[in-house]
């Protein structure tokens, strides 16, 4: 089985903080994705990378940044963490036609800025 | 604009009895569909997809959708309710344009009472 490894199930961080969620795929997939999740408004895509060294924004990119410096590693940054990026955010990872066959995700890891 | 559209926000049902969840989307394109199922504390999983083969799809655990393109709409249904059936279920729609772009529904909780 495929697996999405997201390196933290609960994380509290300060206002301010430059915060890292990491996540790791092995199954070789080139497509990775970053969400953030929040009641009512179902998934919302924040980054997303087809390739090392790509990335490309999604629809919720303002106060977030990502780095894809090795395959299966895919971060996303926080620059300076605010409370209103308390959520919850779901790493993804796809073959090239992950359109046709959907996508595999990690647990989630649910941050709190405080 | 392409979007989804989650008729219920919550569905409660007993044990036993039918489930259904609604989804509607509204797409220029011609979509996959997908619904996928999230557990507490549990990353999302696949339970079906429609990719523009046969009409009425079959997924895991019982579930089927059935995708009606004149009524732009992928419903998910289920004869008999388990307990271990409540979760929250996403609809989501890939677009193929200039790249695997992915709509999620805002989701709908479901209950199941014993």
């Known amino acids: 089985d495929v697996k999405v490894t997201q390196s933290s199930r609960y994380l509290v961080k300060r206002t301010g903080e430059k915060v890292f969620l990491e996540c790791v795929q092995d199954?070789?997939?080139?497509?990775m994705f970053w969400y953030r999740q929040d009641p009512g408004l179902g998934l919302r895509l924040i980054y997303f990378?087809?390739?090392?060294?790509?990335?490309e924004k999604g629809d919720i990119p303002e106060g977030y940044s990502v780095s894809r410096e090795k395959k299966e590693r895919f971060s996303l940054i926080l620059e300076s963490a605010s409370t209103n990026q308390t959520s919850m955010y779901l790493c993804?990872?796809?073959?090239?036609?992950?359109?046709?066959?959907?996508?595999?995700f990690g647990s989630g890891t649910r941050l709190t800025v405080v | 604009a392409q979007s989804v559209t989650q008729l219920d926000s919550h569905v409660s049902v007993s044990e036993g009895t039918p489930v259904l969840l609604r989804c509607n989307y509204s797409?220029?394109?011609?979509?996959?569909l997908f619904w996928y199922v999230q557990h507490p504390n549990k990353g999302l999983q696949l339970l079906l997809k429609?990719?523009?083969?046969?009409?009425l799809v079959k997924g895991i655990n019982g579930f089927e959708a059935e995708f009606k393109k004149s009524e732009t709409s992928f419903h998910l249904t289920k004869p008999s309710a388990h307990m271990s059936d409540a979760a929250e279920y996403f609809c989501?729609?890939?677009?193929?344009?200039?790249?695997?772009?992915?709509?999620f529904g805002p989701g709908t909780s479901l209950s199941v009472i014993p």
């Open positions: 993804a990872s796809s073959s090239p036609t992950g359109a046709i066959y959907g996508y595999t």
């Open positions: 199954m070789d997939h080139e497509n």
């Open positions: 990378s087809y390739d090392v060294k790509m990335k």
């Open positions: 797409s220029s394109y011609s979509p996959s």
């Open positions: 429609y990719t523009s083969a046969a009409t």
């Open positions: 989501v729609v890939s677009l193929k344009t200039s790249y695997d772009k992915v709509i």
